[in-house]
């Protein structure tokens, strides 16, 4: 199956709070507007339906956050920087991009996520509960392959836990913002080495208008050409993505 639809059916799954019960799902009745009641079951129902709202505004931002598509995007934007084209690529073109390598790279885990977690509860096999445990396996697995581990004794000292004695000891509460901290430290490592060739063009042809006596030029408007045929002649955008997802091991 292919990455993004194990991802997709990964975030029903978390979204979706009511039990399978024979195959049939009964929905609470939705009434907008404000009434009394002294039925404890309607009240229960309009909080399900609040919090349901709440987790679905942050899903996509949780999710995210617990993939790879933090240190791609990162990346992408520091690429643009460094090449001084302003908004080229746009936005959106760096985040669909960033998002089919984040389903590429994890395709791995939502695999595993979708043959121990989803297909089981869908079948009824297992509770609710039990499959967010099972979901939660891999991709806390790929976090701790990219955590350093200084980043994560951070976050330990300063939850005030207990020390873990194994990495199942380890609240996933901690180990998300540990992870996050170390993709932005390796992402700005990647974006300095990024940084290095154009920075050399841009002195260099700086240096050689201030020679000339141009010095009223913006050197900017003649290294970007120049930058731009660098990054082309070396097939920077294979180079680039290539090295990213060889850098997740």
């Keep these: 199956m292919p990455g993004w639809l194990v991802f997709i059916k990964m975030t029903l799954l978390i979204l979706i709070a009511p039990e399978f019960a024979d195959a049939q799902v009964t929905l609470p009745d939705v009434t907008l507007g404000f009434k009394s009641t002294e039925n404890p079951e309607e009240v229960v129902s309009t909080i399900k339906i ?68 989803l297909k089981p509860y869908l079948s009824s096999e297992i509770s609710q509960s039990a499959a967010l445990d099972e979901a939660a396996k891999p991709l806390r697995q790929f976090m701790f392959n990219q955590t350093r581990e200084e980043d994560l004794m951070l976050f330990l000292k300063m939850s005030k836990v207990d020390s873990p004695r194994t990495r199942a000891d380890v609240p996933t509460m901690v180990l998300i913002p540990a992870f996050v901290i170390s993709e932005l430290k390796t992402a700005f490592q990647i974006g300095f080495i990024i940084y290095l060739p154009f920075l050399v063009i841009d002195m260099v042809i700086a240096s050689v208008l201030m ?22 002649l070396i097939d920077g955008w294979s180079l680039l993505v290539g090295s990213v997802v060889k850098s997740f091991g």
């Design 50 to 117: 609040i919090l349901m709202l709440t987790v679905l505004t942050l899903a996509p931002a949780i999710l995210i956050l617990m993939t790879s598509f933090t240190r791609i995007i990162v990346v992408f934007s520091f690429l643009r920087q460094a090449l001084g084209t302003q908004q080229m690529p746009p936005n959106q073109l760096l985040v669909g991009l960033s998002l089919f390598l984040t389903f590429f790279i994890m395709g791995p885990a939502f695999s595993e996520i979708n043959d121990k977690a």
């Design 211 to 232: 020679a000339m006596g141009m010095m009223m030029l913006p050197p900017v408007v003649i290294s970007l050409p120049f930058k731009i045929m660098l990054f082309v």
